[in-house]
């Protein structure tokens, strides 16, 4: 009995060597995101409370990894059959994407011109295309910041 007890030890710890795991290449490739830096632009229309929008958006992106900053301008005119009047917004843009193939993408607008006011739009990046679908709200402020007047729920189709 004492000599199979002493002919198992060496199996024992093979066995158990075996199923440690350690010494391998545990090391994950680090993960791949879509290159989405750049200027992308595309048209936008809405309608609140009878007041109809028609604008041109367009963005310019930075990206680190999955990290995405930049800044963005709205120019067009809203109307409401009667009267007509020019608007324009500029902005930061902060924001994230997911890895792989037509990842999605997270932005949050923050207004140039009513500091404390920000906005947040998801969706994702056509990687085929080079086409970001975000969705999310446009708001027109009151001149002095103090409340929003107008909220058009949008979804912008913007080309690279």
């Known amino acids: 009995m004492h000599r199979i007890a002493k002919s198992l030890i060496p199996l024992l710890v093979v066995l158990a060597s075996a199923c440690s795991g350690g010494g391998g290449d545990s090391t994950a490739p680090p993960p791949s995101y879509n290159d989405v830096s750049g200027s992308y632009s595309g048209p936008m229309s809405g309608i609140d409370q009878g007041v109809i929008i028609t604008a041109d958006f367009a963005v310019t992106i930075g990206q680190n990894a999955s990290t995405l900053s930049g800044t963005y301008a709205l120019t067009g005119q809203i109307t409401d059959g009667v009267t007509t009047a020019v608007i324009q917004g500029t902005g930061t843009l902060a924001g994230t ?36 679908t975000i969705t999310g709200p446009v708001q027109i402020y009151s001149t002095d910041c103090s409340s929003v007047l107008l909220t058009y729920q949008t979804t912008f189709i913007l080309n690279h």
Do not use: E, K
């Open 97 to 132: 994407i997911a890895a792989g193939t037509n990842p999605s993408v997270n932005l949050t607008a923050h207004s140039g011109s009513c500091p404390n006011h920000s906005a947040t739009f998801s969706g994702s990046y056509d990687t085929s295309n080079q086409r970001m």
